[in-house]
């Protein structure tokens, strides 16, 4: 009987462990199991003695070329000894392996693993070093260029509402703000002091959900899936909208994002037009990942993702943010 054709699959973790121990680790046995489905797949490979991160991209979500260039800045920012998860290469020097799934050839890698776990929240002196350790990766990311995505005001606001209309109708009021939003981070994005704005390779997904943290305190960056090129300022929105997503108290909230912001100062300066997009980049990225879970739906976001997540998400998230940052002066109804 032939199988029916399908278009997402998860590769079984049993014989990807024995893939790895025949093309990495000869001498040893892994063991493999699944961590995490979704845009990608991530499994953890385990020895007697360390363990691997293995992650299988989805079909068509990147090109070999694309994974390269994520390989290639990896690489770069631990020869300037930044603390990332990565890439380890086969027996052959190989270190892009295709698989041939059932809906098609999907690329996989394996990394190193990152040490420590991820903590939804934690001190103020830790988001100081974090600060620190984000300003170091952009001193080495500053004009270093990825054959991949540049991050424009097309990728990042007109593309996403396109995707988000085959979810939230444009009669919905939500989707007539987000339009109101759209237009006013349009117009001062596009009036942005490009002099002024630092460029390079940016992470882009920064946030506690992609660095782990020891009980010593080592922070290490992972999953760079995102990056590409674009405005190094962008990292530090992302990264501070995601304070404000985590953390409830308002004074502790701005605690610590000042104190990220010491701990990025205390290795470069912010110019005065960075600090001012900021908020708006913040807005920018809530809608940017909008789009980004409307496009994967099929095989990550449908178990959440409606017209009723959206709503709240609009609402309480990204409305709730921009207001907090009196963007618009009035402009947006």
Known sequence: MAHF????SN???????LFIQEHYLPSQKVSCEILKTGISDTYLAVTEDCKYIFRVYSLGWRTESEIAEELRLLFHLRDHHIHVSFPIADQNERLIHSFQAPEGSRFGVLFSYAEGEKLLNYAPETHYRIGTMMAEMH?????FTLNRVTYTEKELLIDPLEKLKRFLSDETDEMQYLKSVQQYLLEELGNADQSQLRKGAVHLDLWFDNLNITNEGKITFFDFDFCGNGWLCLDM??????????????EE??????????GYESVVSVSAEEKRLIPMLGVTLYIFYLGIQSERYDNWSNVFLNQVYLKRFINLLLKKYFDHHKLGHGQIQ
């Open 5 to 8: 054709p399908v278009t997402n």
């Open 237 to 250: 929105a992302y990264y501070i909208l995601q304070i404000h997503g985590t953390e409830r108290d308002p």
């Open 11 to 17: 590769l079984s973790p049993y014989h990807l462990g």
């Open 253 to 262: 909230c701005q605690l610590k994002v000042d104190r990220f912001l010491e």
């Open 139 to 143: 001193l080495a990311a500053q004009n």
